[in-house]
């Protein structure tokens, strides 16, 4: 057993249009370096985190890896201490499940240092209560997909029933990142309470319609269905650019565009590589014109999620 492991955690794209809180993939890019060590005493213990100019806090109780990892620790029954170092490789509030990554690691680390107690996909509760510290909710559409990798699809919570979903192998994601924050419990506020039965079955039948697309690999269905009516039409004001954004990804050829997670990333589902790499430059050239700098990632669906990058 392994005294020391580092693991990479993969960005996510939650939501996925008509998904709200339900639905999410991984991409292979961007994502966070976790280190974890066993160490002595009984305490979580988090020694560095690099890469988010100081706004996160090294106190395990107010950090979404430190939490994570006592959640499991007091589970388990298990005194045990272990050092953790965070090194963030993708922008705090951009929407792309920055502390879902981060809880998700680190939970997945500490389990493998631990002899592998347990299961992969048993380690979402806990990695859950890392979210419930980061944004006030213990939602499990961004941490299932960056643990568990592929397509994921949360189908309850009370038991949690996660659902692993097929995908077409040359589904590709272009995600665009403006350089502005948007915190999750500031987006969820701007939110109806209510919503028409219109727009209800829209949303669903919409949901429906993209799952069985992944499914049947039917390209146009995936693009039919990959519309948004309840949440996107409000969330994107407060996106710079939204509609321009969106446009250019739909014109280079893009399946679908809406906001991953709860903004201000910007993401398009596109067939094949190319077509990924012309909507990302469209959206970027697009946002240009706002005065809005911006980061693009091209990636395929990430099937691995999690992963052990070194150990000894």
């Keep these: 057993m392994a005294d020391s492991i580092t693991v990479f955690a993969p960005a996510t794209v939650a939501n996925v249009a008509c998904g709200f809180d339900a639905l999410g993939f991984a991409l292979h890019k961007p994502g966070d370096k976790i280190v974890a060590r066993l160490i002595s005493g009984n305490e979580v213990v988090i020694s560095k985190i690099t890469g988010e100019e100081g706004k996160l806090p090294l106190e395990a109780d107010r950090n979404t890896a430190g939490v994570s990892v006592k959640a499991l620790l007091q589970k388990l029954g298990i005194q045990q201490g272990i050092e953790l170092e965070i090194h963030k490789q993708m922008p705090l509030g951009s929407g792309l499940g920055s502390s879902s990554a981060s809880s998700g690691g680190a939970v997945f680390a500490a389990n493998e240092l631990l002899g592998r107690p347990l299961e992969k996909k048993e380690l979402l509760p806990f990695a859950m209560e890392g979210e419930r ?180």
Excluded at 210 to 221: F, M, N, T, V
Aim: with cysteine.
């Design 133 to 312: 510290i980061a944004c006030g909710a213990a939602h499990a559409d961004n941490v299932a997909p960056s643990l568990l990798g592929g397509f994921t699809l949360v189908r309850n919570y009370h038991p949690l029933d996660v659902i692993t979903l097929p995908f077409p192998e040359d589904l590709f994601c272009a995600v665009i990142h403006p350089h502005v924050q948007i915190l999750t419990e500031d987006s969820r506020r701007v939110l109806r309470r209510r919503v028409r039965m219109e727009d209800a079955i829209t949303q669903w039948s919409n949901l429906g319609g993209l799952i069985s697309g992944l499914y049947e690999k039917d390209y146009d269905r995936i693009a039919a269905s990959l519309t948004d009516v309840i949440f996107e039409p409000i969330r994107s004001l407060l996106i710079p650019g939204f509609d321009q954004i969106k446009a250019a990804a739909i014109q280079s050829g893009a399946l679908g565009c809406s906001i991953s997670g709860s903004g201000p990333s910007v993401f398009a589902l596109c067939r094949g590589s190319e077509t990924a790499e012309k909507a990302a430059k469209n959206m970027q050239d697009n946002l240009a014109d706002f005065g809005l700098d911006s980061d693009i990632y091209v990636s395929a669906i990430n099937p691995h999620g999690t992963v052990i990058i070194d150990e000894n």
